[in-house]
Antibody
Framework: EVQLVESGGGLVQPGGSLRLSCAAS????????MNWVRQAPGKGLEWVSY????????YYADSVKGRFTISRDNAKNSLYLQMNSLRAEDTAVYYC???????????WGQGTLVTVSS | QSVLTQPPSASGTPGQRVTISCSGS????????VYWYQQLPGTAPKLLIY???QRPSGVPDRFSGSKSGTSASLAISGLRSEDEADYYC??????????FGGGTKLTVL
């Protein structure tokens, strides 16, 4: 059974940093693309970042470019999102999402809530 | 404001057929596949339709997708109370980003 379990969310002050992790199991992690997708409270879905199976190709949404860094450790079956210079508008549930290909998101984690507030 | 445009709400009675539209442009829907996701209240989104009109295993054939030019549609036939959810379209954009529609809240009356 495919499982994606996010961790690392919490309350952080504006300008602060946070690192999200996603532990993957039930599939060959190194064979799949991965993404982060977020959802602000009461709002719609927003794609945040993509990383290819090898980690060689990375894309970011304009809203996080230069502030967020996606990475993966295939030996540890883990995906990460380093978030710096956090803003109030980054407040959201962050989902770890497996991708078959671009936009083809076949499995989603349950999400971790990030709240940016003073 | 989302680049993929969906109606904010839709509704129907049990047994009815409803459609949800998704409008984009030549750089996204016009040149890439469309995907649909269903988000039941309080849960993570779930893949409903992939590559314009394909259903993952386990998704009832009451759900169908179509695409024409720069627009796409999700149709739900034989509407049931458990279909009440938020529905999102998605497509890759040639500017190297994934786009979601703003979402459509479906109410079963």
């Amino acid at each position: 059974e495919v499982q994606l379990v996010e961790s690392g969310g919490g309350l952080v002050q504006p300008g602060g940093s946070l690192r999200l992790s996603c532990a993957a199991s039930g599939f060959t992690f190194s064979s799949y693309e991965m993404n982060w997708v977020r959802q602000a409270p009461g709002k719609g879905l927003e794609w945040v970042s993509y990383i290819s199976s090898s980690g060689s190709t990375i894309y970011y949404a304009d809203s996080v470019k230069g502030r967020f860094t996606i990475s993966r450790d295939n030996a540890k079956n883990s995906l990460y999102l380093q978030m710096n210079s956090l803003r109030a508008e980054d407040t959201a549930v962050y989902y770890c999402v497996r991708g078959v290909t671009l936009c083809y998101f076949d499995y989603w984690g349950q999400g971790t809530l990030v709240t940016v507030s003073s | 404001q989302s680049v993929l445009t969906q109606p904010p709400s839709a509704s129907g009675t049990p047994g009815q057929r409803v459609t949800i539209s998704c409008s984009g442009s030549s750089s996204n829907i016009g040149s890439n596949y469309v995907y649909w996701y269903q988000q039941l209240p309080g849960t993570a989104p779930k893949l409903l339709i992939y590559r314009n009109n394909q259903r993952p295993s386990g998704v009832p054939d009451r759900f169908s997708g179509s695409k024409s030019g720069t627009s796409a549609s999700l149709a739900i036939s034989g509407l049931r109370s458990e279909d009440e959810a938020d529905y999102y379209c998605a497509a890759w954009d040639d500017s190297l980003s994934a786009l979601f529609g703003g979402g459509t809240k479906l109410t079963v009356l």
